[in-house]
C-alpha cells in the first residue's frame, strides 16, 4: 500500500502541476498604452489681410481678400464660423449703417468655382462645406457697400475648423 499511496501522490502533484502551469500558459493579461501624434489635415498658406478700407464717396465700391486653404490628403468637411459687427462712426441718427454694407464669405475651389458660404447680415453665422483635396482653395471676405454709405467699422472674426 505504501507503493501505491505514494505512487497516487506523485500522480496528484503531476497533475496539479500540469494544472497550474496550463493556467500560466492559457492566461495573460497586459496594459499597452499608446501615443498617437495626429497629423495636420489641412493648411494655410495665405492668411487674410486684416485691414480692409471701402471709399463709397464716388459711388458703390467693394473690396475683397482672400485665404489659400488646402487639404493635404483627401476632401473634408470643415465648418466656418463667423462673427460679425459694425459700429456707427457717426452722431447722424438717420444713418442706417447695418444694411449699407454687405459682408460676404465666399468658397472658391477648381480654378474659380465659387460657392457662396455666408451672406446673412446677422452676427453670427455658421456653415459646413466640403475642403476638396489639392491646392487651389480659396474662402474670401468680401464687403460690398453702396454710395455714400454710413461712415462704419466692421470687425469680422473667422474661425475655420473640421466639423
Do not use: H
Amino acid at each position: 500500500m505504501d507503493k501505491k499511496k505514494g505512487l497516487v501522490i506523485i500522480i496528484s502533484l503531476v497533475l496539479l502541476l500540469g494544472a497550474v502551469d496550463a493556467a500560466w500558459i492559457f492566461y495573460y493579461k497586459n496594459t499597452i498604452t499608446a501615443n498617437v501624434i495626429g497629423e495636420k489635415f489641412y493648411s494655410i498658406s495665405e492668411e487674410f489681410d486684416s485691414t480692409i478700407s471701402v471709399d463709397t464717396t464716388e459711388g458703390p465700391d467693394s473690396e475683397s481678400t482672400l485665404m489659400k486653404i488646402q487639404s493635404l490628403d483627401r476632401d473634408r468637411l470643415m465648418e466656418i464660423s463667423t462673427t460679425t459687427r459694425r459700429t456707427n462712426l457717426t452722431s447722424e441718427k438717420d444713418c442706417d449703417y447695418e444694411d449699407d454694407c454687405i459682408v460676404t464669405w465666399t468658397y472658391i475651389y477648381d480654378s474659380g468655382i465659387k460657392e457662396v458660404l455666408i451672406n446673412k447680415q446677422t452676427i453670427t453665422n455658421e456653415k459646413n462645406f466640403t475642403l476638396y483635396a489639392g491646392g487651389n482653395n480659396y474662402i474670401e471676405y468680401k464687403i460690398e457697400c453702396v454710395e455714400d454709405s454710413c461712415p462704419q467699422r466692421i470687425v469680422s472674426n473667422v474661425t475655420v475648423e473640421m466639423a
